[in-house]
């Protein structure tokens, strides 16, 4: 880090296309999906029916996540179904934090009244991004539980009018998937916003070998915190489809 470096809380703008401004967080996150889009159309033509070594070992990866799951989700074929969700949610929150944290990303771009503009910047430290994909991973929840009990059901969830209580619950329910948006979006932005922070702050004062270790750490809290987004909303998809209230009797799809 550069001592003209600066804190700045939202992402910076690097150019316009039209009226849309596209900012570094945001480049970043593009980069991150060409990644995927590269990778998963070099792979696939890779796969083989005797594995090689490399795909052994993902072989195996991709089975202890799936027995992880079942073990959530009570059910082989429900983890297998719901594997991709969670899996490409993990994938793209722990890829676009560790590349966020590559040495000399912040020191890469525009000069301006003496501040750097880096072209890349973590996208979870843009509270846009983290609230994006709060978003979409409640709406994944919320689709999954329409599709395995039902539009009906699930909708009495919130919206029930048998007697004042259960009318009052579902308020309440109502009210915690909003809080299920802030919790997601907030928990992450903040993690890592205050990694960027710290590395900010160290790599000043002592440039030299002593950000290091603050470095491997904030590796690891991108891993944590990935990890923990994608088993929350692996735990919320498990609570979406088990049946509630007098359809109790009913097996999700």
Do not use: C
């Not at 596209?22 to 594995?51: A, Y």
């Not at 590349?99 to 890469?108: H, N």
């Not at 890349?120 to 329409?146: E, G």
């Not at 270790?213 to 994608?230: H, K, N, R, S, T």
Request: a positive charge; aromatic letters at 14%; charged letters at 15%.
């Amino acid at each position: 880090m550069n001592p003209g470096d600066a804190i700045s809380l939202k992402p910076e703008h690097i150019f316009k296309i039209g009226n849309f401004d596209v900012t570094n967080s945001l480049l970043l996150s593009l980069l991150v999906v060409l990644l995927f889009l590269f990778f998963g159309l070099f792979f696939r033509k890779k796969i083989k029916i005797i594995p090689d070594k490399l795909q052994g070992f993902f072989e195996i990866l991709i089975d202890n996540i799936l027995n992880l799951m079942e073990n959530v989700l009570g059910s082989r074929a429900l983890a297998e179904k719901y594997l991709p969700y969670v899996a490409s949610i993990f994938l793209f929150v722990i890829t676009s934090n560790w590349l966020g944290l590559l040495p000399g990303l912040g020191v890469i771009g525009l000069k301006e009244h003496g501040l750097i503009v880096p072209f890349l910047r973590s996208p979870a430290s843009d509270l846009n991004f983290t609230l994006a994909l709060a978003l979409t991973a409640v709406m994944i929840i919320n689709v999954v539980a329409v599709r395995s009990l039902g539009l009906r059901i699930h909708l009495r969830k919130f919206f029930n009018f048998q007697n004042p209580i259960k009318f009052f619950v579902g308020i309440l329910e109502l009210i915690s998937e909003g809080a299920k948006i802030v919790s997601f979006s907030f928990r992450l932005f903040g993690n890592v916003f205050a990694g960027e922070v710290l590395l900010l702050v160290v790599g000043v004062l002592v440039p030299y070998l002593i950000p290091v270790p603050f470095l491997l750490m904030e590796f690891f809290v991108g891993f944590i915190q990935a990890f923990i987004f994608a088993m929350l909303t692996l735990v919320f998809i498990a609570v979406a489809i088990e049946p509630h209230g007098e359809d109790g009797k009913m097996t999700a799809r």
